[in-house]
């Protein structure tokens, strides 16, 4: 099965809201990493988070990181429109080369 | 830095005809090199990776195969396209940065092959 799994799988907010989505995972890792994609186009690399790292901010993003429940959230603040896509968490897939492995991913609709 | 090329970006093929999707890579040597594929609303699915030239690895069973001729080239390719074939093909590279222990995997995208079999 997928080694990262991404709760809701759909979620739509208004503009200026927050949102909040959740991505589990199943084995250890040394970090996870949070991609954006427009439209089933290619995959925009927003943050990395390392196992020993709890929580990362970068502008409106923050990051955090539970190992031991081996799950992490992505919250984008004072959401926009333009913020809507699909996001996707990754993890190593181990024994493959620095493969990633993606989970299905949150589709966010921002209403303007 | 690293740049992906991956053409054409849409595609459409007969079932059984042949594929031939090409992946270039600038700015780096020796990067691992991945294709995936992305079904309509699902999650990306690795299918072959490559850790140098004529190296390949498959990750799932099926109708497509991978190559590496040249380290910055690799090529996906099917002899008979099915319907199942269909979707987004993607095309990553990953390097490794900075130096132990902070050092991490840096993975770059080229901008994807949508391919519809009908």
């Known amino acids: 099965s997928q080694q990262g799994e991404e709760d809701p799988q759909a979620l739509s907010i208004q503009e200026g809201e927050n949102a909040t989505m959740n991505c589990s995972y199943k084995t250890s890792i040394n970090n996870l990493q949070w991609y954006r994609q427009n439209s089933g186009r290619g995959l925009v690399h927003l943050i990395l988070?390392?196992?020993?790292?709890r929580e990362k901010h970068s502008g409106r993003l923050r990051v955090t990181l539970d190992t031991s429940k081996k799950s992490s959230s992505l919250l984008i603040t004072a959401s926009r429109a333009a913020d809507t896509a699909s996001y996707f968490c990754?993890?190593?897939?181990?024994?493959?080369?620095?493969?990633?492995?993606f989970g299905s991913g949150t589709r966010l609709q921002v209403q303007p | 830095s690293q740049t992906i090329h991956q053409w054409p970006a849409t595609l459409v093929q007969p079932v059984g005809s042949p594929l031939s999707l090409e992946c270039t890579v600038e700015g780096t040597s020796n990067p691992n090199l991945y294709w995936y594929r992305q079904a309509a609303g699902r999650g990306l699915q690795l299918l072959f990776y490559?850790?140098?030239?004529?190296?390949i690895s498959s990750e799932v069973p099926q109708n497509l195969s991978a190559s590496r001729p040249q380290d910055r080239q690799f090529i996906l390719s099917s002899k008979k396209l099915l319907l199942s074939d269909s979707g987004f093909y993607l095309c990553v590279g990953s390097v490794r940065r900075g130096a132990l222990p902070s050092s991490y995997n840096e993975q770059f995208f080229g901008p994807g092959t949508r391919l519809t079999v009908l």
């Open positions: 490559s850790v140098g030239i004529g190296q």
């Open positions: 990754a993890t190593a897939i181990p024994k493959s080369r620095r493969a990633l492995t």
């Open positions: 988070i390392r196992s020993n790292e």
